[in-house]
């Protein structure tokens, strides 16, 4: 079937949206919110209210406002994740370049031998040279001024610019178990596995944030590990929905209370909870004494 429908402008985006049902208390301010936000976006916040998923017909008392308070709460929760995973990943980008280029010299991310898979040993060193070749740091066009070679510059360099992704690509395809476990073991994790797959879904997740994709009430394709025995202040609740927001929360408190720095996400976290009390935090995958885990009391 060929696509047909006509382009709409925004008074008649509103006029559709009463036809099935919701309510707009004022029909100005919500063009000036249609001219910002693309409908195609915003219309993942009406989705919640609707009672008919196929024909969009809305639930009695659904105010186009809910949809754009909805909105801007997963905007500011997008920023406190996003701010949170920055520090996570600048902290591993650290001490991956720490205990492996203390083991195996300056150029080791370059060494096929030092890797499990050689297929994604090469996809991961074209990505690199992707990445260094688009970076714009002095230190990298420095370098190349004063060195012919080797093709890149040191691991201390390198891991800085390239994509948290390919990160995540080189850690889970290093050979040597017993460094990982001492990178792991710095964020308080038992072991490598844990650590990898955590960061597997943090990359996920930062990629959703750096397109401007919902989080709230999203389902997520990387699941956490998450009924495991940790040392530090965890959860004791394992019986969540695994592919909801919520675990994904849990780990990155985690980390956060392990790297030391002055993140305040949890702070920040509840702070947004308690001022939209209306959020449904079902939809996030919260089970209903959360906040007396350990891992989210002070």
């Not at 709409?8 to 099935?20: P, V």
């Not at 997740?205 to 997520?220: D, K, T």
């Not at 940790?230 to 929360?249: A, C, E, I, T």
């Not at 780990?251 to 996400?265: K, P, S």
Request: positive net charge.
């Amino acid at each position: 079937m060929k696509y047909s429908k006509a382009p709409l402008d925004y008074c008649q985006i509103l006029s559709l949206l009463k036809s099935r049902g919701l309510l707009i208390k004022d029909k100005d301010i919500a063009i000036n919110h249609l001219k910002v936000i693309s409908y195609f976006r915003f219309a993942n916040y009406l989705t919640p209210m609707e009672c008919d998923k196929i024909l969009h017909v809305y639930k009695p008392n659904s105010y186009f406002e809910n949809a754009i308070r909805l909105y801007y709460f997963d905007k500011e929760l997008r920023g406190i994740i996003f701010d949170a995973i920055q520090s996570i990943e600048i902290a591993l980008r650290s001490k991956i370049t720490n205990f492996v280029s203390l083991k195996y010299g300056a150029f080791w991310f370059m060494e096929p031998t030092l890797f499990k898979d050689n297929i994604i040993f090469n996809q991961c060193l074209s990505l690199v040279k992707n990445e260094i070749l688009r970076s714009k740091e002095d230190f990298i066009s420095e370098h190349y001024k004063k060195y012919t070679g080797p093709d890149f510059p040191p691991a201390w360099k390198t891991i800085e610019v390239i994509s948290f992704g390919t990160l995540s690509k080189i850690l889970s395809n290093l050979k040597d178990s017993s460094i990982k476990k001492l990178i792991a073991r710095e964020f308080n994790l038992p072991q490598h596995l844990v650590l990898e797959n955590w960061v597997k879904c943090l990359v996920n997740l930062r990629n959703c944030i750096a397109h401007h994709a919902r989080v709230w009430n999203r389902n997520f394709p990387a699941i956490p590990q998450f009924n495991i025995s940790l040392r530090g202040k965890w959860v004791s609740d394992f019986n969540v929905n695994h592919v909801k927001l919520y675990p994904q929360l849990c780990l990155i408190e985690y980390f956060i209370q392990n790297i030391h720095v002055e993140c305040r996400f949890k702070e920040k976290l509840i702070e947004l909870l308690d001022k939209n009390p209306t959020i449904d935090i079902n939809a996030m995958g919260f089970p209903k004494n959360w906040k007396n885990e350990a891992l989210w009391l002070n």
